[in-house]
């Protein structure tokens, strides 16, 4: 399975139990990474729209664990997700356990990378390997796909406010 628009890819190749997303932002690498890391900029991109994010715990360190919920605004219902850092986080290498307690156990190795490209842009490439194909299969089920491309809608304004300020 692939999906891609102008500046979104994610592959699913069948029978692996992996999932590889990249998007193009027109940031610079540090201001990606900064929104990838700050406490206080991560929650106004990440996730889908209709749901709010709260940040529990961000600690971006090797060893230092992270949790964030996310809360429909209508419902009250709230979905909590929470991984720890594996080596020293940097923009060339970011990697995480991610676990969305709604299904405890199932756990994903995150690999983020941060690339450079010409005119200020930034290349985000997501590899998540998984615990199983049948995992994979059910995180893509329940909305992967949706979450990621709207945080990463979100991400693009973000990254434009920001960069607004700067220049202003």
């Known amino acids: 399975m692939t999906a ?3 500046h ?3 592959v699913a190749e069948p ?3 992996s999932v590889t997303i990249e998007r193009e932002v027109a940031a610079p690498r540090d201001l990606v990474f900064r929104c990838f890391t700050d406490r206080d900029l991560l929650p106004q991109w990440l996730g889908p729209r209709r749901y709010a994010t709260r940040i529990e715990e961000m600690d971006v360190r090797h060893g230092g664990s992270w949790s964030y919920v996310n809360i429909d605004p209508e419902t009250g219902a709230e979905f909590g997700f929470r991984g720890v850092y594996h080596g020293e986080p940097t923009p060339d290498q970011f990697v995480q356990t991610f676990e969305f307690l ?4 199932h756990v994903s190795m995150d690999t983020l990378q941060l690339i450079d490209r010409r005119d200020g842009r930034t290349l985000i490439r997501t590899i998540s390997l998984f615990q199983s194909v049948e995992a994979r299969d059910a995180m893509l089920e329940h909305g992967m796909e949706y979450g990621v491309k709207e945080g990463y809608e979100r991400l693009d304004e973000l990254v434009d406010r920001l960069q607004d300020r700067a220049g202003a």
């Open 15 to 17: 029978g692996a139990p």
């Open 4 to 6: 891609a628009t102008a």
């Open 8 to 10: 979104y890819r994610i």
């Open 102 to 105: 709604g299904a405890p156990g």
